[in-house]
Structures are given as C-alpha cells and as structure tokens.
Antibody, heavy 120, light 110 residues
C-alpha cells in the first residue's frame, strides 16, 4: 500500500522560502520509472502541478514557477523535498505530494495535503 | 503551458448521464493518449478515476468512462448517483515529462 504525507510550516511570511517534505512508503526510488510530484490548490480553486522528480533524479518544473522551485529526493529516507522561494499571499493553498508510477502515467496516489498560509 | 479548459459546473438528476469536457491543444491533449481524470470531494485529496483517456483503475465503478477527440477529452458519468457530487479535474501529459491540469468542474446531483 502506497502512502504519502506532507509536512512543513502552516504559516510563512511574504518573501520567505517555503520548505515542504513528502515522506512516503510502499514504493522506492529504486523502482525503474517511479516519480514523486507536488501539486497545489489555492482555497476554492483548481489544482496546479508544480514539480516532479524521477528515479533517475531527473527534475521537471511548471514553467511558470520554475525560477522559484527546487525539488530534491533523499532515497535513503524515502523523502522528497520541495522549496519555493519568495512566497506571496497568492501562494496560499493546500500542497499535495503524489506518486507517479512512470513518466507517462498519472499521479495515482496522493497525500492528504498540507495547508500553507502566506501572511505577514 | 496553459490550464486545460473545463466547464465550471454541470448538473444532473440521479440516474441521468452527465459529460464533462476538457479542451487542450495539439501540444497536450491532442498529442498524447495520456489524459487522466480525478474526482475530489470537499476536504479530500484527489482520487484517480480515469487514466490513459479511458482506463479505469481497480475499484472505480464502470459508470465512469472517458474518451478523446482531437484536442478535447471527455468524462461521462452514467447513472448519476448522489456520491458522484464532487469536483472533477482532467490532467494531460504535455511532453518533456510535464503535466497540466484543467480548471475543474463541479458536478451537482439535483
């Protein structure tokens, strides 16, 4: 059974850097093709894909946010970390991490998400 | 990379069928058979209900079906049930390992 859980601050100030950790179980980055992505959702709004990291350490980012995002993995800890710089109130929302079994497959297991509020 | 276009809302009575459209471009929906659909109930994580245009993961009722024509994908819910009231999102592979989501559609069961 695949599970993912997001952790990190619930409140950040504008201009600060957000660091979120996704801790997962039930799969490993030693599995060919596997990836973990981050998707966010502002309150009452749509899902927005942010980034994905694959088993080869290949990293891809949403072009509109690429300059602010960094995704890394720690295979020994079964964790993926997302950092987003220069946070703004419009970045407020629920941030989910999700499992992707292969580069051409959809995110099939999601974490419950963590709500991040950006406010002074 | 622009969001895929979905209607804001659709509604139907129990037992009826509803169809949600998802319009993209030749760079995403039109170029790959990697369109998926997610169901999201309030306060819950999205749940994958359709992958690769028309494949249902194990456990997803067969009243959910998907299709695609050129740059538009569609999700049809046949025999609408009360528990189908939720938000639905389409998602497409957009090349170069990128993905793009739709704006979401709220389904109301009257």
């Amino acid at each position: 059974q695949i599970t993912l859980k997001e952790s990190g601050p619930t409140l950040v100030k504008p201009t600060q850097t957000l660091t979120l950790t996704c801790t997962f179980s039930g799969f490993s980055f030693t599995t060919t093709g596997v990836g973990v992505g981050w998707i966010r959702q502002p309150p009452g709004k749509a899902l927005e894909w942010l980034a994905v990291i694959h088993w080869t350490d290949d990293k891809r980012y949403n072009p509109s946010l690429k300059s602010r995002l960094t995704i890394t993995k720690d295979t020994s800890k079964d964790q993926v970390v997302l950092t987003m710089t220069n946070m703004d109130p419009v970045d407020t929302g629920t941030y989910h991490c999700a499992h992707r079994p292969h580069w051409d497959k959809p995110f099939d297991s999601w974490g419950q998400g963590t709500l991040v509020t950006v406010s002074a | 990379q622009s969001a895929l276009t979905q209607p804001r809302s659709v509604s139907g009575s129990p037992g009826q069928s509803v169809t949600i459209s998802c319009t993209g471009t030749s760079r995403d929906v039109g170029n790959y058979n990697h369109v998926s659909w997610y169901q999201q109930h309030p306060g819950k994580a999205p749940k994958l209900i359709i992958s690769d245009v028309n494949k249902r993961p194990s456990g997803v009722p067969d009243r959910f079906s998907g299709s695609k024509s050129v740059n538009t994908a569609s999700l049809t819910i046949s025999g609408l049930q009360a528990e189908d009231e939720a938000d639905y999102y389409c998602c497409s592979y957009a090349g170069n390992y990128l993905v793009v989501f739709g704006g979401g559609t709220q389904v109301t069961v009257l």
